[in-house]
C-alpha cells in the first residue's frame, strides 16, 4: 500500500503565499506522476498542477504564473508553491500519485487551503 501525506495548508491573506507538500510512502517502485488538485466547496475536483518523473510540468490555466510544483524524486515528495494567491485559490488541496509499474492512482488526505480577503 501507499500513504501519501500532505502539509503546509493555512490560512493566508491574499496577495500571500504558502507552500504544500507531500511525501510519499509505502511500496513504491517508482512515481510515474504527482501531481496536486483541489476542491472548492459545492465545486468539482480540478486539476492544479502535475509533474512527471522526468520533470515535465503541466498547469491549470488559472494558476499559471503563480503556481510552481516541483518534485524530489529521492524522497518521493512533491511541492506546491503557491504565490499571489487569491480567495478563489480557497479550496481542500489534494496530493496524487500514480505509481509504476501498475499506474495504480493514490490520493493523500487533503489539506484545507484558506485565502482572505
Known amino acids: 500500500q501507499v500513504q501519501l501525506v500532505e502539509s503546509g495548508g493555512g490560512l493566508v491573506q491574499a496577495g500571500g503565499s504558502l507552500r504544500l507538500s507531500c511525501a510519499a510512502s509505502?511500496?513504491?517502485?517508482?512515481?510515474?506522476?504527482m501531481g496536486w488538485y483541489r476542491q472548492a466547496p459545492g465545486k468539482q475536483r480540478e486539476l492544479v498542477a502535475t509533474?512527471?518523473?522526468?520533470?515535465?510540468?503541466n498547469y491549470a490555466e488559472s494558476v499559471k504564473g503563480r503556481f510552481t510544483i516541483s518534485r524530489d524524486n529521492a524522497k518521493n515528495t512533491v511541492y506546491l508553491q503557491m504565490n499571489s494567491l487569491k480567495p478563489e485559490d480557497t479550496a481542500v488541496y489534494y496530493c496524487?500519485?500514480?505509481?509504476?509499474?501498475?499506474?495504480?492512482?493514490?490520493w493523500g488526505q487533503g489539506t484545507q487551503v484558506t485565502v482572505s480577503s
Open positions: 496524487r500519485a500514480t505509481i509504476e509499474p501498475t499506474l495504480s492512482v493514490f
Open positions: 509533474v512527471t518523473s522526468g520533470g515535465n510540468t
Open positions: 509505502g511500496r513504491i517502485f517508482s512515481i510515474y506522476t
